[in-house]
């Protein structure tokens, strides 16, 4: 038996033998980052039943203080399954404001769908490219990057998808990314102060979280133009209200279909016009009574 082990060690058959016990698939490891700014101490797994909560046997770790996870999955998984990152309240560390979020709240990256892997950097703009793409099933990724580049006001061909921390700081587009990286300091602000009816401890109400996400789909042209007020803006303030009046009305134990708010627009005409020689959101997209 010790020589038969030998030879399966040798030969790399990714094979675990305990020689008289079991053997398990060697896993394939996933790296990554999760940011609103870098957000340490978030958990993060790879999200089989699609609950955007952690179950048994789904694999997971925490964020390093970088932001940075890795996990081991099947081979087969990669690419299959999207992977979620929760930011919990009392435990992740913010490295934007170096302090511990007070509010619970769920970022995420598509996964079937996304070519031959997954979208490693996880963040608000990742987790509204996911609920596009559940929202229409068609939607492909390229066409729901093109259709957030143009709600962000963002350059054609820029990865929407990258790493906008660094970005920032080093390369083209830096100051397109320093833009994108407040955004999406705006959308997470967005989704914490809705983490009293979206979360249950790290649980999520799924057609609330979505609902949600459907709400700031709508708005993103005006939280892009108007991200510089921050959270305590007459805008935003606005934005939290009307995303609790409507939230508290979605029942939380029933399916809600949500995809007329993640209609699939690709054009820049649809978000913006030009006022005075400057692209301005087009007005009336606060789908205030049309979510449900």
């Given at each position: 038996?010790?020589?038969?082990?030998?030879?399966?060690?040798?030969?790399?058959?990714?094979?675990?033998?305990a020689?008289?016990?079991?053997?398990?698939?060697?896993?394939?490891?996933?790296?990554?980052?999760?940011?609103?700014?870098?957000?340490?101490?978030?958990l993060?797994?790879?999200?089989?039943?699609?609950?955007?909560?952690?179950?048994?046997?789904?694999?997971?770790?925490?964020?390093?203080?970088?932001?940075?996870?890795?996990?081991?999955?099947?081979?087969?998984d990669?690419?299959?399954?999207?992977?979620?990152?929760?930011?919990?309240?009392?435990?992740?560390?913010?490295?934007?404001?170096?302090?511990?979020?007070?509010s619970?709240?769920?970022?995420?990256?598509?996964?079937?769908?996304?070519?031959?892997?997954?979208?490693?950097?996880?963040?608000?703009?990742?987790?509204?490219?996911?609920?596009?793409?559940?929202?229409?099933?068609?939607?492909?990724?390229?066409?729901?990057?093109?259709?957030?580049?143009?709600?962000?006001?963002?350059?054609?061909?820029?990865?929407?998808?990258?790493?906008?921390?660094?970005?920032?700081?080093?390369?083209?587009?830096?100051?397109?990314?320093?833009?994108?990286?407040?955004?999406?300091?705006?959308?997470?602000?967005?989704?914490?102060?809705?983490?009293?009816?979206?979360?249950?401890?790290?649980?999520?109400?799924?057609?609330?979280?979505?609902?949600?996400?459907?709400?700031i789909?709508?708005?993103?042209?005006?939280?892009?133009?108007?991200?510089?007020?921050?959270m305590?803006?007459?805008?935003?303030?606005?934005?939290?209200n009307?995303?609790?009046?409507?939230?508290?009305?979605?029942?939380?134990?029933?399916?809600?279909?949500?995809?007329?708010?993640?209609?699939?627009?690709?054009?820049?005409?649809?978000?913006?016009?030009?006022?005075?020689?400057?692209?301005?959101?087009?007005?009336?997209?606060?789908?205030s009574?049309?979510?449900?």
């Amino acid at each position: 038996m010790k020589k038969i082990c030998a030879i399966l060690a040798a030969v790399g058959m990714g094979l675990i033998s305990a020689c008289g016990g079991g053997s398990s698939t060697q896993g394939t490891s996933v790296a990554g980052t999760v940011a609103d700014g870098y957000l340490q101490n978030a958990l993060v797994f790879m999200d089989k039943n699609g609950n955007y909560q952690l179950d048994s046997g789904e694999p997971s770790t925490t964020t390093d203080a970088n932001g940075a996870y890795t996990l081991s999955v099947p081979p087969e998984d990669v690419g299959k399954y999207p992977i979620v990152a929760i930011a919990i309240a009392g435990q992740t560390v913010d490295q934007d404001t170096k302090a511990v979020v007070t509010s619970t709240y769920v970022l995420c990256t598509p996964g079937n769908g996304v070519s031959g892997t997954v979208s490693n950097f996880i963040s608000p703009i990742s987790t509204l490219l996911r609920e596009k793409m559940e929202a229409n099933p068609g939607m492909t990724v390229t066409e729901a990057m093109t259709q957030l580049r143009n709600q962000l006001g963002m350059p054609a061909g820029m990865d929407i998808l990258a790493d906008y921390v660094a970005g920032a700081k080093t390369g083209n587009n830096m100051s397109e990314y320093g833009t994108m990286h407040q955004v999406a300091r705006q959308m997470a602000g967005l989704m914490a102060s809705q983490s009293g009816l979206v979360m249950n401890g790290t649980s999520t109400n799924v057609t609330r979280f979505r609902g949600m996400m459907g709400v700031i789909n709508a708005n993103l042209p005006e939280i892009a133009a108007n991200y510089q007020g921050g959270m305590g803006s007459a805008f935003m303030i606005s934005m939290q209200n009307m995303m609790q009046t409507q939230l508290a009305g979605i029942p939380t134990t029933s399916f809600m279909n949500f995809s007329s708010s993640f209609r699939n627009m690709t054009g820049a005409r649809y978000f913006w016009n030009y006022s005075g020689g400057t692209m301005q959101p087009r007005s009336g997209s606060m789908w205030s009574g049309r979510m449900m």
